[in-house]
Structures are given as structure tokens and as C-alpha cells.
């Protein structure tokens, strides 16, 4: 009898032990579509997109910026790795986020106080910078035109150096008026903001 227990249990273990082989092969496979993937970090892994964040107020309006930092890497970002005249989620994972506690007015178009993906289309000359109202997007695939909210043309400045992460910086330029700025490899683009 003892032996016949031992024999179930041990019987018991090993099918355990291969259901979850098979499951972890089946999350693999289920991934090996995605080219971006949300990364976690692990001791001595460094995330290659990490999550970042950047914040200002404009008087009493809370500015707020929320994505994945991909570093360059030795890569030929634009024309490369970010296709010119295709949206793009300007940042890495999920599409980047931006949001306002009050009424802005986005070089001249009045944008309400909310939160918003914001994509970009980069190309050699021009950039379109969009943002729609569907904030919470993986990268650009369910990305809608239809749910735009604002469109603007900008011209991309080539930098004299090289900054390796992709960074957006808010900046003031009194209590009611700033720039929006977004520089990565060598390419920076910016565009005014000020309270309504």
C-alpha cells in the first residue's frame, strides 16, 4: 500500500511538473509576435525602456508626462528603427501619455484639461505631433484617427550631440507659458503651451 502511494504521488509531481513546462512554453509562443515588450526588472538586468516620468506646474496647472525611455544604442533611431511618415508612439511599450489639470492652448489650438496619448509622425522635414483622446494604447496598433483632438506640424532641429535616452522636458517659460520639448538621438522637437 505504501509503496502504491508513493508510486501516485511521485506520478502525481512529475505531471505537475510538465503542465507547467507546457505553460510556460505556451506564454513564450503567445509573446513571440510582440517586437515591444513591457520589460521587468530583475537583479542585474537592466530595463532597456525603463518607465519615466516628468512633471511641472504652469501656474495652477499640473503638467504630467508619462512614458517608456528607450536608449539608443548604437542604432540609427529615425529612418531606422522609427519609421519616417508612419505614427508612431513616441516612446517605447505604450503609447506616451500627457495630461493637463487645466485648459491649455497648444500652439494656438485649445486642448481641454484631461489626459491623452500623444503620437508623433516623424519625417525628414516635418513632424506631425497628434494627440488622441484614447490615452491608453499599446504602442500605435489600435491607434484611431478618428479620436484625434489635435494635429500640429513642426520642424525637427538636428542637435550638434547625441542624447542616448529619449526624454521630454516641460518648460516654463513664466507662471503661464512654456515649451514641450522631446529630444533622442540627435533629432529634438518642440512646440509652445500655455494656459487658457
Known amino acids: 500500500m505504501k509503496k502504491i502511494l508513493l508510486i501516485s504521488i511521485c506520478l502525481l509531481a512529475f505531471a505537475c511538473t510538465g503542465k507547467q513546462d507546457n505553460a510556460s512554453g505556451e506564454h513564450a509562443d503567445d509573446h513571440?509576435?510582440?517586437?515591444?515588450?513591457?520589460?521587468?526588472?530583475?537583479?542585474?538586468?537592466?530595463?532597456?525602456?525603463?518607465h519615466t516620468e516628468v512633471m511641472a506646474m504652469l501656474g495652477g496647472n499640473h503638467i504630467h508626462i508619462d512614458y517608456s525611455s528607450p536608449r539608443v544604442r548604437g542604432r540609427q533611431i529615425f529612418g531606422g528603427l522609427v519609421a519616417f511618415g508612419e505614427v508612431w508612439s513616441t516612446g517605447a511599450h505604450k503609447a506616451t501619455a500627457i495630461s493637463f489639470t487645466q485648459d491649455m492652448v497648444i500652439e494656438?489650438?485649445?486642448?481641454?484639461?484631461?489626459?491623452?496619448?500623444?503620437?508623433?509622425?516623424?519625417?525628414?522635414?516635418?513632424?506631425?505631433?497628434?494627440?488622441?483622446?484614447?490615452?491608453?494604447?499599446?504602442?500605435?496598433?489600435k491607434y484611431d484617427p478618428k479620436e484625434d483632438i489635435l494635429r500640429?506640424?513642426?520642424?525637427?532641429?538636428?542637435?550638434?550631440?547625441?542624447?542616448?535616452?529619449?526624454?521630454?522636458?516641460?518648460?516654463?517659460?513664466?507662471?503661464?507659458?512654456?515649451?514641450?520639448?522631446?529630444?533622442?538621438?540627435?533629432t529634438s522637437i518642440e512646440f509652445n503651451i500655455r494656459n487658457k
Open 32 to 50: 513571440s509576435n510582440h517586437t515591444q515588450e513591457n520589460e521587468v526588472a530583475t537583479p542585474g538586468k537592466q530595463v532597456k525602456s525603463p
Open 108 to 141: 494656438n489650438k485649445e486642448v481641454k484639461a484631461g489626459k491623452y496619448a500623444l503620437f508623433t509622425i516623424p519625417g525628414e522635414k516635418e513632424w506631425v505631433v497628434i494627440l488622441n483622446k484614447i490615452w491608453d494604447q499599446h504602442l500605435a496598433d
Open 152 to 186: 500640429l506640424n513642426v520642424a525637427p532641429k538636428v542637435e550638434e550631440s547625441s542624447v542616448e535616452e529619449l526624454t521630454f522636458k516641460v518648460i516654463p517659460k513664466d507662471d503661464n507659458s512654456g515649451v514641450i520639448r522631446f529630444q533622442w538621438d540627435k
